[in-house]
């Protein structure tokens, strides 16, 4: 059963990734990546330095492995001109390194990029931003022919025990990718504060087919194969209710491709006078997505977090109630996000907060 299941996926995942338009990833905890979300969210935050991680696992119970993305990311940000009674201008710098595998396979995005990001005071009285951002890196594909099995293996007994006479292209390349992005911050009190974006990724829709520097005349594949465009756009409103409770709602629309997604939430901040700037999140969230073959309500999320003195850690649950869920058991996912905001030793002169 194992073979077949392997067997199965194979042919699968051979045809989507070497010659259809990708899919990016998505994070249930999509404000905990930055980089991912829009490059003109970087350099957005609450203090002088950012150093962030997360983890998605998804699908354990349809493949022998799971999918799996794991990023690591860190972003700063400096005044420009004179700080104090005013909102100066900010420029944001960040890196990021991203990887996404099918372990089963061995079939692996990586990439690392670099970002940078203006953010325009509107306002000296009160905090009012307009950034730009602008994201450029670099992208590899690549894919383990040994983990793969084909038809013409199989020995008419019991196993996929032959060689195969599959045509296989080159099974790694890297490509140039651009993101740019644009956001809006806005805090008319202290106790409230909402913020608007919108990111456009793979900006030039480069050429991510395996067979695209196949030269045999004599090979039908499919060699141009474009990254198809993601373009985000969200809102945030936080609004401080009680000097301990805090109500932050948020939406996400992203769309790549054929596919479109919406996620949509709330996170309850809890803060604890006992100790020293402790606050617990917790957030229910619903996803839509519409596919070819329409909309439906794909995942019910959960999330929990708790920050510390700057660091912050997360958890959440996909329960996919989905047409894929029914079709296979279980097509769930979770993710882990773990996050640290500091401050430099003169944070009074030089550093703003959003």
């Known amino acids: 059963m194992m073979i077949l299941k392997k067997y199965f996926f194979s042919l699968v995942f051979l045809g989507l990734s070497m010659t259809i338009g990708a899919q ?9 990546s930055p980089s991912t979300l829009n490059p003109a969210y970087v350099g957005t935050f609450s203090g002088s330095y950012r150093i962030s991680s997360i983890y998605r696992e998804q699908w354990r119970s349809a493949l022998e492995d799971p999918l799996t993305t794991f990023i690591a990311a860190g972003d700063v ?16 710098a960040g890196i990021m390194f991203f990887s996404d595998q099918v372990s089963t396979f061995d ?13 325009k005071s509107l306002d000296n009285k009160s905090k009012k931003y307009l950034s730009l951002g602008f994201q450029g890196g670099i992208l590899r594909r690549s894919i383990n022919y040994e983990d793969l099995t084909f038809q013409d293996q199989w020995n008419a007994i019991n196993d996929y025990s032959f060689p195969t006479n599959e045509y296989l292209p080159q099974n790694n390349f890297a490509i140039g990718d651009f993101a740019v992005g644009i956001n809006y911050f806005s805090q008319p009190s202290k106790r409230s504060s909402f913020m608007l974006g919108a ?39 936080s609004i401080q209710t009680s ?18 997604e919406i996620d949509l939430g709330t996170n309850f901040r809890y803060y604890f006078y ?18 070819d073959d329409g909309f439906g ?8 977090g708790i920050e510390m003195s700057g660091l912050q850690f997360a958890f959440s649950y996909d329960y996919n109630i989905g047409k894929l869920s029914a079709d296979r058991i279980n097509m769930n996912a979770f993710e882990i996000s773990i996050s640290y905001i500091g401050n430099y030793d003169n944070e009074s002169e030089i550093c703003p907060q959003f």
């Open 199 to 237: 990111g456009l990724f793979h900006v030039a829709s480069p050429n991510i087919s395996f067979y695209k520097y196949d030269q045999s005349s004599n090979v039908d594949f499919i060699k141009e194969s474009a990254y198809n465009k993601k373009w985000t756009a969200y809102a945030s409103y």
């Open 274 to 291: 006992s100790t020293d700037a402790t606050y617990l999140n917790i957030g229910p969230w619903v996803r839509g997505v519409k596919n």
């Open 243 to 260: 000097e301990i409770f805090r109500i932050d709602p948020r939406v996400l629309l992203l769309s790549q491709g054929q596919h479109t």
């Open 107 to 119: 079939l692996n995005t990586t990439q690392i990029a670099l970002t940078g990001s203006y953010h």
């Open 297 to 304: 309500l794909e995942s019910i999320i959960a999330s929990v």
């Open 77 to 92: 940000k400096f005044p420009l001109g004179e700080v104090r009674n005013t909102n100066p201008d900010i420029v944001g």
């Open 24 to 32: 990016d990833p998505h994070f249930s905890q999509f404000f905990a």
